[in-house]
């Protein structure tokens, strides 16, 4: 479960940046940390990376785009148990949920919303 735990950790700690006009949202920080595809429930596949090694907030850059995946929850499943990092859903409506394969039958799961919109 230790690369499960650590991309877990990657979507988890991610930088709370602001985005400016049409520029990139991919930071390409020193200490970038890899590239993700997530699935989501809205159609979409796109791909994200959690920024920096440092960052701290709940965002994602969709890579190549002005889209920043704003996380309102998080959680690993492996089909039977799921494990919630954070759940700030309550009252929520319109969320998407997106996925990506972890450790082999572990899946990571988060909602939340692109902005701007893709």
Known sequence: MTRGMLRALLVIAVCGLAVA????????GPNVRGVDTWTCDNGQTVQM????????????????????????????????????????????TGLVTCTTPGRPGDTFVTK???TPAV
Request: charged share 20%.
């Open 21 to 28: 006009g049409t520029a990139l949202a991919d930071p390409n």
């Open 49 to 92: 990376e959690s920024g920096p090694f440092g960052n701290n907030g709940r965002v994602a850059w969709v890579v190549d785009a002005s889209t920043v995946w704003v996380v309102k929850y998080t959680a690993v499943t492996d089909g039977v148990d799921t494990f919630v990092f954070f759940d700030q859903t309550k009252g929520e």
């Open 112 to 114: 939340g919303f692109f």
